[in-house]
């Protein structure tokens, strides 16, 4: 099965049946595991883009919030949100079949805080800096709650069985 093909293809038909132009495709062992459309239009939800939705699929069919030895399929660079999460899920491979260049004549999502432009600059400054307003309130009971989450595991820091660096 060409996997890249069924990913324009689905995002193709989420367009004709009135959603976005976004499709995503999680590959493993050579079968499908997950797919899905960006769902945004149809749900309301800013989070049910397509890589979110069929990461979230995967991971739920497999067990694990691990895609190792997963190629993931996208029909575009991804946004911030999309990148996050491609990246905690940790796949061997992404595969995405077009640039924001080459699609940007044709649609175009700047929101008051998101510009593709300027969006991913905005993760590299400060938190005080960022055009988002935000505001730190320090809470050491916050912190309790990271400590109780070790004491659970047994004095361990990391989430055991996570894929580490290389």
């Known amino acids: 099965m060409d996997f890249a ?12 049946e009135g959603g976005r132009p ?7 062992d050579g079968e499908i ?9 149809q749900t309301s939800d800013p989070t049910a883009h397509a890589e979110i939705l069929a990461i979230r699929e995967a991971c739920t069919r ?5 895609l190792t030895g997963a190629t993931i399929y996208i029909l575009a660079l991804p946004c911030p949100m999309c990148l996050g ?8 491979e992404v595969v995405f079949l077009t640039t924001r260049d080459a699609y940007e004549p044709h649609y175009v999502d ?18 005080d800096q960022r055009r988002l307003p935000m505001r730190h309130e320090p809470r050491a009971d ?6 109780l989450w070790q004491q659970r595991n047994n004095g361990e820091r990391t ?7 290389r």
């Open 62 to 66: 497999l067990g694990t919030e691990h």
């Open 159 to 165: 989430v055991p069985g996570a894929p580490t660096a």
């Open 33 to 41: 595991l997950a797919e899905s459309p960006n769902r945004v239009a």
């Open 142 to 147: 916050a912190v309790d709650v990271y400590r």
């Open 5 to 16: 093909q069924h990913t324009i293809d689905l995002a193709r038909r989420n367009v004709e």
């Open 85 to 92: 999460a491609l990246y905690y899920c940790s796949p061997d």
């Open 110 to 127: 700047n929101r008051k805080y998101f510009e593709f432009n300027t969006f991913y600059d905005e993760f590299g400054k400060p938190w």
């Open 22 to 28: 976004f499709a995503t495709v999680v590959v493993k």
